[in-house]
């Protein structure tokens, strides 16, 4: 007796209970798999972009912000901060090392961010061809840039304004890509970047038109260039600066002195980074508990189905109980039943959270140019399964006794 065949066509024999408790498994399957690849994917995405980034300092407004717009580059700017006073804190006994970022400008959605080499270097950015900018108006661009704006070596464009497509064009000022990055799997991949410079000599080149236009019948023309150009370089602006403590003082004590003292903020990515997943664990928390009931319920549906067929099937185990068929072959036969059920819908579930995940991913790329590689079996998953084992071998089990403990003659004779 093939048992196997047997229990696969006892299972599509009733369609309508088969396919509801299918689908309640995948469901209550398909929402856990994809909360805990989003949360994976998240968290991962998380800590390469924030490693060795000990402290944010950047505009006042709030702190999260700051961190998502320097750090992950996923928000707009709370605003600009003098470079002297950068410089300064840079110089600070307890700071290691501090890299300067400004940005506004982008070119097809991708921001153009004026820095230093201490930032591709802070993510293990290597070359995959050409060089790092040496000059304005030179870039280097993300692995991820290249790939989909079709960018190679010896391309020039010019940027926009704000950073989203659509902005006001900088046709003034052209940029030359230089250097391609290979893929590190952090926020470089969907960065332009270049020298701070390059940023500057942008809005100058506004700054002095607007500043030429308001006041060129009041000055003499030499007065009015070189003042401007003193007063300029005096106020020199980057958005934020990333900083690298010396010791675990700098934690202690830097923030709070920045915070208090200055027209600064100051922003630990640990800690904001930590609100925001408590913050996020609440709703995840809340869908998984949902998942965790629709799977319960899942449950208690095969159950049902199970032990509703059994007393349709009386009649048959006693007849297979009469040719010779032991009583573990009528168990395994039901137990197997129940396990091939919570299998499938295991199955359905695994393949629906994938492609879940690669909506979410395209809508992700689509508005901040990240993305999630669905096709990773993550440890959690095992316990999942082991999760959905214990609830078809559940489910099963009341049949499977029933079934143990049938009386041959009585059925026969009651048929």
């Known amino acids: 007796m093939n048992?196997?065949?047997?229990?696969?066509?006892?299972?599509?024999?009733?369609?309508?209970?088969?396919?509801l408790c299918l689908v309640l498994l995948t469901l209550g399957v398909g929402m856990i798999s994809l909360l805990l690849q989003v949360n994976h994917h998240i968290e991962q995405q998380m800590g390469n972009n924030v490693r060795g980034i000990d402290m944010v300092v950047g505009a006042k407004g709030s702190p999260?912000?700051?961190?998502?717009?320097?750090?992950?580059?996923?928000?707009?700017?709370?605003?600009?901060?003098?470079?002297?006073?950068?410089?300064?804190?840079?110089?600070n006994r307890l700071v290691a090392a501090g890299i300067p970022l400004?940005?506004?400008?982008?070119?097809?959605?991708?921001?153009?961010?004026?820095?230093?080499?201490?930032?591709p270097k802070l993510y293990e950015g290597s070359l995959a061809s050409g060089r790092l900018w040496q000059k304005p108006n030179e870039v280097t661009i993300?692995?991820?840039?290249?790939?989909?704006?079709?960018?190679?070596?010896?391309?020039?464009?010019?940027?926009?304004?704000?950073?989203?497509e659509g902005g006001e064009v900088h046709d003034e000022q052209r940029y030359e890509v230089?250097?391609?990055?290979?893929?590190?799997?952090?926020v470089l991949d969907q960065l332009i970047l270049t020298a701070t410079e390059s940023v500057w000599e942008v809005h100058h080149h506004e700054d002095e038109v607007?500043?030429?236009?308001?006041?060129?019948?009041?000055r003499e023309p030499e007065t009015q260039e070189e003042n401007h150009s003193e007063e300029h370089i005096d106020e020199r602006e980057i958005t934020a600066m990333l900083i690298q403590f010396r010791n675990p003082m700098g934690i202690v004590q830097l923030p709070r002195m920045i915070n208090q003292n200055t027209n600064m903020q100051a922003a630990v990515p640990a800690y904001e980074i930590s609100r925001l997943f408590s913050l996020m664990g609440v709703g995840i928390d809340m869908l998984s508990t949902i998942a965790l009931v629709i799977m319960a319920v899942s449950g208690l549906s095969i159950f049902i189905s199970l032990y509703s067929a059994l007393k349709d099937r009386e009649y048959e185990m006693a007849l297979l109980r009469a040719y010779g068929s032991t009583r573990w072959q009528l168990v395994w036969l039901v137990?197997?039943?129940?396990?091939?059920?919570?299998?499938?819908?295991?199955?359905?579930?695994?393949?629906?959270?994938?492609?879940?995940?690669?909506?979410?991913?395209v809508l992700m790329e689509a508005d901040f140019h990240y993305s999630f590689s669905g096709w990773i079996w993550l440890k959690e998953e095992w316990g999942l399964l082991l999760t959905v084992l214990i609830i078809g071998l559940l489910s099963s089990l009341l049949?499977?006794?029933?079934?143990?403990h049938i009386n041959i003659s009585r059925t026969l004779a009651d048929a």
């Open 3 to 19: 048992i196997f065949k047997l229990s696969y066509r006892n299972m599509i024999s009733r369609p309508l209970s088969t396919t």
């Open 64 to 91: 999260l912000q700051l961190i998502l717009s320097a750090v992950y580059h996923i928000d707009a700017p709370t605003g600009n901060i003098s470079m002297k006073e950068a410089e300064k804190l840079k110089r």
């Open 102 to 119: 400004s940005y506004g400008d982008s070119y097809k959605g991708y921001r153009i961010v004026g820095t230093s080499f201490d930032y």
């Open 142 to 164: 993300g692995a991820m840039v290249a790939k989909n704006l079709g960018l190679k070596l010896g391309d020039a464009f010019v940027g926009s304004h704000g950073l989203a």
């Open 178 to 186: 230089v250097g391609i990055l290979n893929y590190s799997n952090a």
């Open 210 to 218: 607007d500043h030429t236009a308001k006041s060129a019948e009041n």
């Open 335 to 361: 137990l197997q039943e129940g396990l091939l059920l919570t299998l499938s819908g295991f199955v359905l579930g695994i393949i629906s959270s994938r492609i879940g995940l690669w909506f979410i991913s």
């Open 399 to 404: 049949p499977a006794i029933r079934v143990f």
